[in-house]
């Protein structure tokens, strides 16, 4: 994350050098995502990498593998808090519609935007993943 601000680039800056989602791009700068070796390279040379940082986003990540459990971030606690109160609510919503089974993280994209709103500006995300029954065998 430190080059993209030493470069002055945003993730969306990114998305539209690479044609990849900006929160993909920032999951890559996290060790969640695994870059093509073309990707890093192109974000190399973007943002004057190292390459050993380079040869970093071509790993396999360890995904979900944030520190502590609760997160003490608060954005990052706001979507705990979220799961909290409306995990379950949202797991009987989606079993209602579709069956016993879940939401890929694999098969999925996420999209971030700003909703201008008077009286405070509004954070809309869309996830959306493929469903995947339970198989019964």
Avoid: H
Avoid at 70 to 88: A, C, H, K, N, S
Avoid at 129 to 136: A, E, R, T
């Amino acid at each position: 994350m430190a080059a993209k601000k030493a470069k002055g680039l945003s993730f969306a800056d990114l998305e539209a050098a690479l044609g990849l989602d900006e929160v993909w791009i920032a999951s890559l700068f996290y060790g969640q995502a695994t870059a093509s070796p073309e990707e890093a390279e192109k974000l190399s040379t973007l943002l004057a990498l190292d390459p050993a940082v380079t040869a970093a986003l071509q790993e396999f990540p360890t995904k979900g593998s944030l520190d502590p459990v609760i997160p003490t971030d608060p954005l990052i606690y706001r979507f705990y808090e979220i799961m909290q109160v409306y995990g379950m609510p949202l797991k009987d919503v989606i079993q209602e519609k579709f069956g016993d089974g879940i939401m890929s993280a694999i098969d999925f994209t996420i999209d971030v935007d700003k909703v201008e709103d008077p009286k405070g500006d509004r954070v809309e995300i869309t996830m959306c993943g493929k469903f995947l029954p339970y198989k019964k065998w």
